[in-house]
């Protein structure tokens, strides 16, 4: 079992900067990822990496202004986001797969989600 819990989100204007935090417990060492839901939009992908951070993957919406990290001695996934926009307006969910394999884009390879946070940014 994995336990997740976010934080970190809130309202910013458009160019600022939010760090986003996922805490982990039970079993942390599966590949995490974050995702995002707009209002009357499917969960997109957002970012992934493994444990040791040798495979991370961003979607292409992103890339360049999210920096996904862990921190493994905390149990912690971050995610950076730089220079936000209007458009990334949504509830961010952290999760993690449940098992070990490559870091995935899907939503449905993934088996533990955390309750998910809100980021608005403003215009």
């Known amino acids: 079992q994995v336990r997740l819990v976010e934080s970190g989100g809130g309202l910013v204007q458009a160019g600022g900067s939010l760090r986003l935090s996922c805490s982990a417990s039970?079993?942390?060492?599966?590949?995490m990822g974050w995702f995002r839901q707009a209002p009357g939009k499917e969960r997109d992908f957002v970012a992934a990496?493994?444990?040791?951070?040798?495979?991370?993957y961003y979607a292409d919406s992103v890339k360049g202004r999210f920096t996904i990290s862990r921190d493994n001695a905390k149990n912690t996934v971050y995610l950076q986001m730089n220079s936000l926009k209007p458009e990334d307006t949504a509830v961010y969910y952290c999760?993690?797969?449940?098992?070990?394999?490559?870091?995935?884009?899907?939503?449905?390879?993934?088996?533990?989600w955390g309750q998910g946070t809100q980021v608005t940014v403003s215009s």
């Open positions: 999760a993690s797969m449940g098992q070990m394999r490559a870091p995935a884009k899907g939503a449905d390879e993934y088996t533990y």
């Open positions: 039970g079993r942390t060492f599966y590949p």
């Open positions: 990496r493994n444990y040791n951070g040798g495979s991370t």
